[in-house]
């Protein structure tokens, strides 16, 4: 198929790896409902619970590149797939408690994951080929997440809500060993890690990207606005007289929309200057929400949700693959866990804050919002004219051509004679949890 053309072999098996790992992720989804129903927590207690296993999911989204840099990708990887794994296995019969530090732990690992599959794309793929790569793991995330919740809604009723996290910790195992037997163990640039103690430290280098340090900025703006739809949105539609049933369709547009034009988008625009379309696409979220300073009827919900689901398949795919580009190869990962971490920050930062402005004021909430999203996009589409600081080359930069299965050609963007990726990308990995 034209459109995944220039994916390696190994990301598309990965790719199906992201889509069962997905499938069997679904106790994050129930996890408030597990707290209050079958554990007897009070809902304050259940918040502060989620709350800090969200805390430490962010934790590990920032700090999984800096170990796969030092450690290598691929073991990150898998220890982080086997540590959540473990650690979700256990949680049904562990006291009340332990539930406070194991959780945490177990969203960390799942961070680390996240980290690492973002990585392990981005070193295994030639600058020039990173979208259609990136678009497709997510292509697969998401389509396992619209299998997971009404499975684990099946187990759950016919079972027992334990029996979801022992399916999840259980299937996380399964994708670690699934991985470790995909993912080469030597000879490739994943497996040994380009940590150098004289390189330039992460700051130097995003100093001397100007672009990148605003686009970082304007997703963590863009998500605390995005993520408002998984808060106060279903608190406004019902607030509005709509059930719970219709925020479930609007949801479900947001799926499909994604599955169907996410993959082409990638392979149509992959030409194009990407910031003008991250800009593009975080100008559409914004309006979107806009369309609901009006009202809540039911063209205004669906309009609003379509250009949000337009504005993240322009986005989201584009600046990952962007922040990889730019990323020199002794800190890719750590860009990438950069990157990781702004674009899941509203996961902690939108509940509190969307829905302390919506109770103090419902009418500024949307508003804001649009506000907020579109400055975030004319930041991006500004930041097309800053150049590169003094010593970072501007010379263009293109996909060297592919070699003999296990030949290393240079790194893209890397110093002349320098060993970089693979010729022929040997891993791109399914992130544990679809959260970007």
């Known amino acids: 198929m034209g459109m995944l053309r220039g994916v390696p072999r190994t990301v598309r098996l990965l790719a199906f790896g992201a889509f069962l790992n997905a499938v069997v992720s679904f106790t994050f ?9 079958p554990r007897g927590l009070s809902v304050a207690q259940a918040g502060v619970i989620s709350g800090i296993g969200g805390i430490g999911l962010v934790a590990g989204n920032f700090t999984g590149g800096w170990f796969g840099d030092r450690y290598g990708h ?20 562990l006291p009340v408690a332990a539930l406070y530090a194991v959780l945490p732990l177990a969203q960390y690992a799942s961070g680390v994951v996240r980290a690492a599959d973002a990585a392990l794309v981005a070193v295994s793929v030639p600058e020039g080929g990173r979208r259609q790569s990136f678009a497709l793991t997510r292509f697969a995330s998401n389509g396992g997440f619209i299998v997971g919740p009404p499975l684990g809604a099946l187990i759950a009723d016919r079972y027992s809500y334990g029996w979801l996290f022992l399916a999840d910790g259980l299937g996380t195992l399964l994708f670690a060993a699934y991985a470790a037997a995909v993912l080469p163990t030597r000879g490739t640039a994943h497996t040994k890690p380009a940590h150098d103690p ?29 993520r408002q739809q998984y808060s106060t949105l279903p608190v406004f539609l019902a607030d509005h007289g709509f059930d719970a049933q219709f925020y479930g369709w609007l949801i479900a547009i947001n799926g499909g929309v994604i599955l169907c034009l996410e993959l082409p988008a990638a392979h149509v625009l992959r030409g194009r200057a990407p910031l003008g379309i991250v800009g593009a696409g975080l100008l559409l979220v914004g309006l979107g929400y806009a369309v609901l300073i009006p009202g809540a009827g039911v063209l ?7 250009s949000l689901t337009a504005g993240e398949v322009l986005y989201k795919t584009t600046a990952t693959a962007y922040v990889a580009d730019q990323a020199p190869a002794h800190a890719q990962g750590r860009f990438q866990s950069l990157y990781a971490g702004a674009s899941i920050s509203g996961q902690v930062l939108a509940p509190p804050l969307g829905g302390a402005l919506y109770v103090a004021s419902p009418a500024l909430l949307w508003p804001v919002c649009a506000a907020v999203a579109c400055g975030a996009g004319v930041a991006v589409l500004a930041a097309r004219r800053m150049g590169p600081a003094s010593g970072v080359s501007t010379a263009p930069r293109t996909c060297p051509p592919p070699g003999p299965p296990g030949v290393a050609t240079p790194s893209a963007g890397g110093a002349p004679g320098q060993a970089g990726r693979s010729s022929r990308p040997e891993t791109g990995s399914p992130a544990h949890r679809p959260a970007g």
């Open 29 to 37: 989804v129930y996890l408030f409902i597990y707290l209050t129903g």
């Open 74 to 93: 691929r073991r990150m990887l898998l220890a982080g797939a086997c540590a959540s794994g473990a650690a979700l296995v256990t949680l049904p019969v």
């Open 198 to 226: 004289g390189a330039p430290g992460l700051w130097p280098e995003l100093r001397a990207r100007p672009a990148v340090i605003v686009l970082l900025a304007a997703i963590v703006c863009v998500d605390l606005v995005y």
């Open 300 to 306: 205004f919900a669906v309009t609003m949700m379509l």
